[in-house]
T-cell receptor, first 113, second 113 residues
Framework: SQQGEEDPQALSIQEGENATMNCSYKTSINNLQWYRQNSGRGLVHLILIRSNEREKHSGRLRVTLDTSKKSSSLLITASRAADTASYFCATDAGGGSNYKLTFGKGTLLTVNP | DTAVSQTPKYLVTQMGNDKSIKCEQNLGHDTMYWYKQDSKKFLKIMFSYNNKELIINETVPNRFSPKSPDKAHLNLHINSLELGDSAVYFC????????????FGAGTRLSVL
């Protein structure tokens, strides 16, 4: 069954604005990852946050994790046209040898110049 | 220099045919994956191999048969193609099945006519 659900499904902003995407999931996790997918390309890993972490930064990206609410958010600050892409959260809830990522349906972000 | 490369990029074929997609990674990773991304961009894991051994086999029709001749290669053979197999197939790799930040190939767009 699907684990992560991103919200909103689509987001359109102007260059320079901040973009916030949310992800909710259902079961306990080991970690949560965010990926970006440009149109017609493969996914690119952005950031990983472990279940015992609450916030993580990487450049213009800020990720938060609230395990009590089973939710995460990805904030992109000072967005650029090149940030236009689909963004996916992926949860790792595995154990034993069944470690796998379960992806949400993604948020399509459009940054208008 | 491409880290995860898959061929072909596009595959157009008739229903009932058999086709293969090849994947190679030069990252020295132990674990490789096949994903299917449908028209709504939902990404679902199909198989995972760790050091040439199958460790994840989701509920995929047995017309799909992965093969890993060595840990750098994971191929996907599909028999008796059906219309519903049309999708983008992604290969990915990670350092191990437990440390699973994943590196994706560019995808193979399969169209079954």
């Amino acid at each position: 069954s699907q684990q992560g659900e991103e919200d909103p499904q689509a987001l359109s902003i102007q260059e320079g604005e901040n973009a916030t995407m949310n992800c909710s999931y259902k079961t306990s996790i080991n970690n949560l990852q965010w990926y970006r997918q440009n149109s017609g390309r493969g996914l690119v890993h952005l950031i990983l946050i472990r279940s015992n972490e609450r916030e993580k930064h990487s450049g213009r990206l800020r990720v938060t994790l609230d395990t009590s609410k089973k939710s995460s958010s990805l904030l992109i600050t000072a967005s650029r046209a090149a940030d236009t892409a689909s963004y996916f959260c992926a949860t790792d809830a595995g154990g034993g040898s069944n470690y796998k990522l379960t992806f949400g349906k993604g948020t399509l972000l459009t940054v208008n110049p | 220099d491409t880290a995860v490369s898959q061929t072909p990029k596009y595959l157009v074929t008739q229903m009932g045919n058999d086709k293969s997609i090849k994947c190679e990674q030069n990252l020295g990773h132990d674990t490789m994956y096949w994903y299917k991304q449908d028209s709504k961009k939902f990404l679902k894991i199909m198989f995972s191999y760790n050091n040439k051994e199958l460790i994840i086999n989701e509920t995929v029709p047995n017309r799909f048969s992965p093969k890993s001749p060595d840990k750098a290669h994971l191929n996907l053979h599909i028999n008796s193609l059906e219309l519903g197999d049309s999708a983008v197939y992604f290969c990915a790799s990670s350092q191990s099945y437990r440390y699973n930040i994943q590196y994706f190939g560019a995808g193979t767009r399969l169209s079954v006519l």
